[in-house]
T-cell receptor, first 112, second 112 residues
């Protein structure tokens, strides 16, 4: 089955700096790669996703890049703000039944 | 209100007791999922359902039972709770076709 690895597990950046979170996946059949943000006490919420026919996608301060050959994808947050502090999860679809396999999460802390 | 809800939000039970966690969605999404979230493991899939009366095991199904008699409801039952089932449980739904999963607010379960 699919295996998704995520690094780093914790990340601390100063406000205004950029943050990068990286994930690798094992199943070459995966085609859908979402990123979720989870705030304390809440369920994960989709912030951006990318499909295998696209190499990069951007939404304001957030961007995701995908390298299908190397089987890795990354989340880039620019001009970080305190409200970006949360746990971020990457995921990859398993190719069947809309299932997702999640990475183990990255706790991002944006300091003033 | 539209969306996905879970109840109860918090539950304390004792080992050996049966407990049922409820999940309800108002979008008529075909797919529904149950995850558990534990530190260091991210989100792990317990069971999922592609439609009413169709369920299948995920990564960590042992000790859990699900049913789906109606499209909008997907209860998760722990038939005889164990301490290792202490966790935060999230329900999610998706329209399918490799699309976004929408998560509920979670249920924090403690088994004493």
């Amino acid at each position: 089955g699919e295996n998704v690895e995520q690094h780093p597990s914790t990340l601390s950046v100063q406000e205004g700096d950029s943050a990068v979170i990286k994930c690798t996946y094992s199943d070459s059949a995966s085609n859908y790669f979402p990123w979720y943000k989870q705030e304390l006490g809440k369920g994960p919420q989709l912030i951006i996703d990318i499909r295998s026919n696209v190499g990069e996608k951007k939404d304001q301060r957030i961007a995701v890049t995908l390298n299908k050959t190397a089987k890795h994808f990354s989340l880039h947050i620019t001009e970080t703000q305190p409200e970006d502090s949360a746990v971020y999860f990457c995921a990859a679809d398993t190719g069947t039944a809309s299932k997702l396999t999640f990475g183990t999460g990255t706790r991002l802390q944006v300091t003033l | 209100d539209a969306g996905i809800t879970q109840s109860p939000r918090y539950k304390i039970t004792e080992t050996g007791r049966q407990v049922t966690l409820m999940c309800h969605q108002t979008w008529s999404h075909s797919y529904m999922f149950w995850y558990r979230q534990d530190l260091g493991h991210g989100l792990r899939l317990i069971y999922y359902s592609a439609a009413a009366d169709i369920t299948d095991k995920g990564e960590v199904p042992d000790g859990y039972v699900v049913s789906r008699s109606k499209t909008e409801n997907f209860p998760l039952t722990l038939e005889s709770a164990t301490r290792s089932q202490t966790s935060v449980y999230f329900c999610a739904s998706s329209p399918g076709g490799g699309n976004e999963q929408f998560f509920g607010p979670g249920t924090r379960l403690t088994v004493l």
